[in-house]
């Protein structure tokens, strides 16, 4: 996941980065967030088993994937969850007030990650630009995808909405889409559930 390229890549904004793909889906009041486990090193796949999607919180009840570098990611993973403690489980606000550390910190503002984070409420997309974006619903249907698959994976998650109604399938299935497609991104998936 060190293996980044910092050109805008998506057409988004956001930065592309060359290492992997994670997607979140809400739907049913049910929140899913996957992501593959390989790490790169330039063409070189480094780990194949990394596990990218975490539970956060002391209580749990928050989970997070990260795209971007490692170390980077688990600074950023760490830091949320002081600002969920400090914000009594608010993750909305938690998010908020690490986007705007994560910009104006010297220290913080080098990291390069981007996270999907979610709760049984809200999902939102996390970036060092400051940015906390929560994805527009297609219906009752909230999803998200970050990393260098992530396009692949969003597309699939659309497309199988009319399909099925279980997040977590709709998940699985858009990971091994983007598995096919992204050199960056295996078949090796983590899933977390809320």
Not at 17 to 42: C, E, F, L, P, Y
Not at 116 to 121: G, K, P
Request: with cysteine; aromatic share 4%.
């Amino acid at each position: 996941m060190s293996n980044s390229n910092n050109s805008p890549g998506t057409g988004n904004g956001l930065i592309q980065w060359h290492s992997t793909t994670i997607v979140g889906v809400r739907r049913n009041g049910k929140t899913v967030i996957a992501g593959d486990g390989q790490v790169s090193m330039g063409n070189t796949v480094m780990k194949p088993n990394a596990r990218k999607v975490r539970r956060l919180g002391k209580d749990a009840h928050v989970i997070a994937g990260f795209a971007g570098a490692t170390a980077d990611a688990f600074t950023l993973f760490e830091r949320l969850e002081k600002k969920l403690e400090a914000h009594t489980g608010q993750l909305l606000r938690a998010a908020v007030e690490l986007a705007k550390d994560w910009r104006t910190d010297k220290y913080l503002r080098n990291l390069e990650a981007l996270m999907i984070v979610a709760d049984a409420d809200v999902m939102l997309v996390l970036t060092g630009n400051g940015d906390v974006l929560e994805p527009e619903a297609q219906g009752e249907t909230v999803i998200a995808a970050i990393g260098s698959g992530g396009n692949f994976a969003l597309s699939a998650a659309r497309a199988l909405v009319d399909y099925e109604d279980d997040p977590e399938k709709i998940a699985r299935r858009a990971m091994a889409v983007a598995a096919e497609l992204c050199v960056y991104t295996n078949d090796r998936v983590t899933v977390e559930t809320i």
